[in-house]
């Protein structure tokens, strides 16, 4: 199919913004399906880009600025220059870490996929109608490219891809079938739950963040809300912490907290976990109780319109830990909501500062890691926001 934009739309294009929206579409030429290629033109009958189409408001997602094929050396070119650089990062190829993210939609030029490596599979999740079409010519190329390197890819995206467009599709293996569950991040294990867990089965962006927080755990009290599979409560145990409690919502996120303990600390008892809701174990605990305290919540705006509840949850949240840590206590908060922006947080942070009445400082300033990089042409890549403080 062909797409031809109204006057004035193409300036994005120009500077490789690799979004359009259904707005700056004038008309459509050939069979409208979604998750099909189009090749879009100026209104001066212009080549411009190629990509993705799909009902909604961000209607082609640009694979490629240039005219030519999407084919299997497209995909090979891709995923491979996406592989060499996840090996010059030191990422990958290493034995003492084994999980990374491979591909990240935008910040690789392959919006709408995300691919994370776990030791030997590689977890495939579409984001998009046209990367779920060519699931299968990217599992076969990313074969190709990563070869011995992995045995198995797993399709999960039952929960990412647009609802109304009924495509029925389930989560399973694409190549393989893995028993083995197990991955290393930094010389430590973690179990993966791509099955049924959020995400592609763990959190990776946070990998760099949890080799800070293990800098810094020395002897603490470690509280870690919304821990989810505890990878911060393991970073912790490592960094010599004196306790590390680990606090979620779900039983089954606890239960896969304490294996992960079991996998690298058997039977040590610095470590509790308990099922509960965020707000009400901040609101009951005991002042000074801990004094390292990991705010991670899931995202609190998925979407603009809920911005300003968001904003509110994120003061209301960090007001409790300013209130309970401990003097000299040090405080990581995050958002991973990409509809708040880093001084949005940073002031709903400030704003539970000046209501608590504590004296706060700004240790570090923290984002995502280098294997989820940032399309320079495309700023709303830059998703993960945190701060670490600092609360006398």
Same mark, same amino acid.
Request: glycine residues 8%; aromatic residues 10%.
């Given at each position: 199919?062909?797409?031809? /934009?109204?006057?004035?739309? =193409? ?15 004038? $008309? #459509?030429?050939? %069979?409208?399906?979604?998750?099909s290629l189009a090749r879009v033109f100026t209104s001066d009958g212009e080549y411009i880009a190629t990509?993705?189409?799909? #009902? ?30 996840? @090996? ?24 709408? /996929? ?17 990367? $779920? ?18 045995? &198995?890819?797993?399709?999960?995206? =039952?929960?990412?891809?647009?609802f109304k467009a009924d495509l029925g599709q389930e989560n399973g293996f694409l190549l393989g079938g ?16 791509? +099955?049924?867990?959020? %995400? ?23 509280? &870690? ?26 039983? @089954? ?6 294996? &992960?303990?079991? +996998? ?15 707000? @009400? ?11 390292? #305290? #990991? ?16 904003? @509110?949850?994120?003061?209301?949240? &960090?007001?409790?830990?300013? =209130? ?17 922006? %880093? ?22 300033? /923290? ?14 890549? =830059?998703? +993960? %926001? ?7």
């Amino acid at each position: 199919m062909n797409i031809t /934009l109204k006057r004035g739309k =193409e300036e994005s294009l120009r500077r490789f913004h690799p979004w359009i929206f259904s707005g700056a579409i004038q $008309h #459509i030429e050939g %069979k409208q399906v979604e998750g099909s290629l189009a090749r879009v033109f100026t209104s001066d009958g212009e080549y411009i880009a190629t990509g993705h189409w799909q #009902i909604g408001s961000i209607a082609v997602r640009v694979l490629t600025f240039h005219d030519e094929l999407i084919d299997n050396s497209f995909w090979d070119s891709r995923l491979q220059t996406a592989w060499d650089m996840r @090996k010059a990062i030191g990422v990958a190829g290493r034995e003492d870490n084994s999980t990374f993210r491979l591909v990240h939609g935008e910040g690789d030029n392959l919006p709408g /996929l995300v691919i994370d490596v776990y030791g030997r599979t590689a977890v495939l999740q579409a984001h998009s109608i046209g990367m $779920h079409c060519s699931r299968m010519e990217i599992a076969e190329s990313l074969k190709r490219v990563m070869g011995s390197e992995i045995d &198995n890819i797993f399709y999960k995206s =039952e929960t990412t891809l647009p609802f109304k467009a009924d495509l029925g599709q389930e989560n399973g293996f694409l190549l393989g079938g893995a028993a083995d569950d197990v991955a290393v991040e930094n010389g430590l294990q973690f179990h993966i739950d791509w +099955l049924r867990g959020q %995400k592609t089965g763990f959190f990776v962006d946070q990998r760099d963040n949890r080799s800070l927080l293990e800098h810094y755990s020395r002897g603490r009290d470690v509280l &870690n809300m919304f821990c989810y599979t505890g990878g911060f409560s393991v970073y912790a145990m490592r960094g010599g912490a004196h306790t590390v409690h680990s606090v979620d919502s779900s039983a @089954k996120a606890v239960e896969l907290v304490n294996a &992960n303990m079991e +996998l690298n600390f058997p039977g040590d008892s610095r470590h509790q976990a308990f099922a509960e809701d965020a707000f @009400k174990f901040l609101q009951q605990m005991d002042d000074g109780a801990y004094d390292l #305290i #990991i705010l991670d919540p899931p995202a609190f705006a998925k979407h603009k319109e809920a911005l300003r509840n968001a904003l @509110k949850g994120y003061t209301r949240l &960090n007001l409790r830990a300013f =209130e309970k840590i401990r003097p000299g206590g040090i405080l990581f908060t995050f958002s991973c909501s990409q509809a708040v922006n %880093k001084d949005q947080f940073r002031t709903a942070v400030f704003t539970a500062a000046v209501q608590s009445g504590r004296s706060v400082r700004i240790l570090h300033q /923290l984002h995502q890691p280098a294997d989820h990089p940032i399309n320079i042409y495309h700023p709303e890549g =830059e998703y +993960l %926001k945190g701060l670490v403080l600092y609360v006398e």
